[in-house]
């Protein structure tokens, strides 16, 4: 397919693999990212718009403008640097990196850049100019004494915060608002007339009028007063302005949803294949209101069918539609403690796309054939209809397979053959997952129940049975076979990627287990199944949660990317999210990805190309961190509130983490956590070992390692900050280790004991 532009000039002349992308997205198309890209790179040099456009032969006005703004997107996505001479520049060339901007609360940050390196440190003087989660461009100015690579600021691509939510305060007659958000550093600056009545202590919202430059603070105004205190809710209200968080629906969308009924259209129907009468179930927590998935299994003389049919977001959500946007402004739902901020309105997420029993639903499924020894051997997958037969619990599939409930299970007659089959199945997949060396780590996930007036009334710990288990490795399986697939359609498509350790990380883990006797196999490139041995090998030993913890640190934090790049943790070569398009844009994605090929088009003909998922990932990525910061924000805020008539008592807890400053305790079972000051222990010198996770006192040899079990009061509760202090009432474990001596003493070694004392003041 060729297309002309308004010159009469073949679309195509240039030999634009994307140009039939680029035609069916735009009337009068111009050339695309990649090719612009090339066009650059092969040019060795930075170019003038003039010459790209001349490059092109396009000349008209609407030509022009339209390559204009297609470079003006292509800095905002840190492609490409407009330099001081006006020409433009590729990123990852001439050292300069783009990146999302990662504030700290003491006032540096890092940039994480786009390409997946390591995070460049950021003094505070760069930060002065950025805000957390802004996007910038940095060169490499150095190494500091740590080792870390140091950036320099050279522009600022895309700002992301435009307001802030804190304390209103005022002093020596200037006004300002210290943000609630802790990586945010910066006070923001309120001009007299646009207070708005803003009272001394009130939490109101600022929007930033002005962004911070390296001489000037943000200036901005007050457009809400929350209240003079954080009444029962306002911690999500808080939450949901500090991190910006979409949850209204424009007016364009709601107009366009309007519409739409609870009941699927007939002729939605048609073409599909009819699966109504297979017995799928819904399978999910006894809270949940949203069902994108359903599960059916049958015996086959080789192994087992599997069916995963998860609802078609894609056919009711379609590209460049209000819906659309707005899913990809918000990328995932937000779930608060009993509250949800759902990435699609409720007609969608409760309805058409829930797949509620006894009604039809549009689905797209994957079809499974498996091995008797849990090896998918083929999949397919087709658009189709269907209809839930039973809406199931974990809790209740658990007491019918497992515990083996007859009552329930009479009352579910006509599923039971099925549903032991799934069971059968899950079992096979499960030995095949532990072969192939798959993590399962053992942590602990807890719940808040809510008293009057939303206040805790308890902190409970949740538990994964064999029916949490049995979908989440059905749901794997389907993720696994959507990579695979568009793998060998060579889609531009979304990846879920979760690297192995680094080195430093890696060098630090095989330190650690060291010093235990311990060996992580693999050398430089341990393999998923090397940690899982060396964690079954140490079940049973008292410190064999430290070691557990210590292990899951090493890992790299999981994100969405075009590139094929493994996911460590599951052992797997490739793996897509597939199975929640109701709840993540990326899901919603791949499923476009997948019905694009089952309609027989092709890989340059899709809306979306390698480049468009690169900045698709790297803004999905982000909003998943804004998405968990948000919750454990919250989750913090209700904590601390939980533990306020508490100040006084006693617990015993478990040592989380240790950090130079102190160590945090969380108590036993009430799953609250908190700090131990340095400053508070018994009178010594300590140590910080990074390594070993401790600290150790110079004098006494006493130790605070991850894992200890200590003894603690709660001192102090600090909802503002959100803060919880425990002061020690059990001393820390004597080191039996023998103190190192050396015949010669370094300056640092002879501080004198004020010296020390000023020193421990500090930290």
């Not at 001479?85 to 901007?101: E, H, M």
Request: hydrophobic share 35%; with cysteine.
């Amino acid at each position: 397919m060729t297309d002309k532009n308004d010159q009469g000039t073949d679309f195509n002349a240039y030999n634009d693999p994307y140009a039939q992308r680029e035609a069916e997205k735009y009337e009068n198309p111009i050339p695309s990212r990649e090719l612009i890209l090339q066009v650059i790179k092969e040019a060795g040099k930075p170019l003038r718009r003039k010459q790209i456009a001349d490059h092109f032969g396009l000349q008209s006005d609407e030509s022009l403008e339209a390559l204009r703004r297609r470079l003006r997107a292509m800095e905002r996505d840190g492609q490409l640097v407009f330099n001081r001479r006006q020409k433009y520049c590729l990123v990852n060339s001439q050292d300069l990196i783009a990146g999302r901007v990662l504030g700290h609360p003491d006032g540096f940050g890092f940039l994480h850049p786009d390409d997946g390196s390591g995070d460049l440190f950021l003094l505070p003087r760069e930060m002065k100019a950025l805000i957390h989660n802004d996007r910038a461009v940095v060169r490499i100015a150095g190494i500091d004494r740590r080792g870390r690579r140091e950036a320099a600021v050279v522009d600022v691509l895309e700002r992301n915060t435009h307001q802030v939510v804190g304390r209103f305060s005022k002093e020596r007659g200037v006004s300002f608002v210290v943000p609630e958000h802790n990586k945010i550093s910066h006070e923001v600056v309120i001009p007299q007339d646009e207070a708005n009545g803003a009272k001394e202590g009130q939490i109101v919202v600022a929007e930033i009028l002005e962004q911070p430059t390296k001489r000037r603070q943000p200036v901005g105004k007050i457009v809400e007063v929350l209240g003079e205190h954080m009444a029962p809710g306002m911690e999500i209200e808080v939450a949901i302005r500090s991190y910006e968080l979409p949850n209204e629906w424009p007016e364009e969308l709601l107009e366009e949803v309007a519409p739409l009924s609870d009941q699927v259209p007939e002729e939605a129907k048609e073409g599909r294949t009819d699966i109504r009468e297979l017995p799928l179930v819904t399978i999910d927590g006894e809270d949940a209101r949203d069902f994108d998935d359903a599960v059916y299994c049958q015996k086959t003389p080789k192994g087992w069918k599997l069916l995963v049919a998860i609802a078609d977001v894609s056919h009711y959500v379609k590209v460049n539609t209000a819906l659309d946007a707005e899913a990809k402004k918000r990328s995932t739902s937000v779930y608060f403690p009993e509250r949800v901020i759902p990435m699609l309105p409720e007609i969608l997420s409760n309805g058409l796309c829930s797949l509620n029993p006894d009604v039809d639903r549009l689905c797209m499924v994957c079809e499974m054939y498996i091995n008797k020894q849990g090896e998918v051997i083929r999949s397919r997958f087709f658009e189709a209809v269907m209809r839930s037969h039973a809406r199931l619990t974990y809790t209740s599939v658990a007491r019918m397979l497992v515990d083996g409930d007859k009552k329930l299970a009479k009352k579910h007659h006509h599923l039971m053959p099925h549903l032991q089959e799934l069971y059968a199945l899950f079992k096979a997949m499960r030995k095949q997952r532990e072969q192939r060396g798959a993590m399962d780590f053992d942590t602990q996930e807890t719940q808040i129940v809510f008293g009057a007036e939303r206040k805790i009334e308890k902190i409970v710990p949740t538990e994964r049975n064999d029916a949490h288990k049995l979908i989440e490795e059905f749901m794997i399986a389907a993720n696994m076979a959507a990579a695979r697939f568009l793998n060998r359609k060579k889609m531009p498509r979304l990846l879920r990627i979760h690297e192995g350790p680094g080195s430093e990380k890696l060098l630090t883990l095989r330190t650690f287990l060291g010093e235990m006797g311990l060996h992580l196999g693999g050398g430089e490139n341990p393999t998923p199944l090397d940690y899982m041995e060396l964690l079954d090998s140490v079940q049973g030993r008292p410190n064999a949660h430290l070691i557990q913890t210590v292990m899951l640190r090493s890992m790299s934090q999981a994100v969405y990317s075009p590139e094929t790049k493994g996911h460590f943790g599951l052992a797997l070569e490739a793996y897509a999210h597939f199975t929640s398009p109701i709840r993540r844009y990326p899901d919603l994605l791949v499923h476009r990805a997948i019905r694009h090929c089952l309609q027989g088009k092709t890989a340059e003909s899709f809306f979306y190309g390698f480049p468009d998922m690169v900045v698709l990932g790297e803004h999905c990525s982000a909003n998943e961190r804004r998405a968990d910061e948000a919750t454990r924000d919250v989750v913090t805020w209700l904590k601390c509130e939980y533990m306020l008539d508490k100040v006084g008592e006693e617990f015993t807890g478990l040592i989380s983490a240790v950090t130079g400053f102190g160590f945090f305790v969380e108590l036993q079972d009430i799953y609250v956590e908190g700090l131990v000051h340095i400053s508070t222990l018994p009178q010594d010198y300590f140590h910080f070992d990074a390594t070993s996770h401790q600290l150790y006192g110079e004098r006494t040899g006493i130790r605070y390692r991850l894992g200890d079990m200590v003894k603690v009061k709660v001192a102090r509760v600090d909802l503002d900050e959100k803060k919880i202090d425990f002061d020690l009432l059990q001393t820390g474990k004597k080191s039996k280790a023998k103190k190192k001596t050396t015949a010669k003493k370094t300056t640092k070694d002879r501080k004198t004991a004020k010296d020390r004392n000023k020193t421990k003041k500090r930290s």
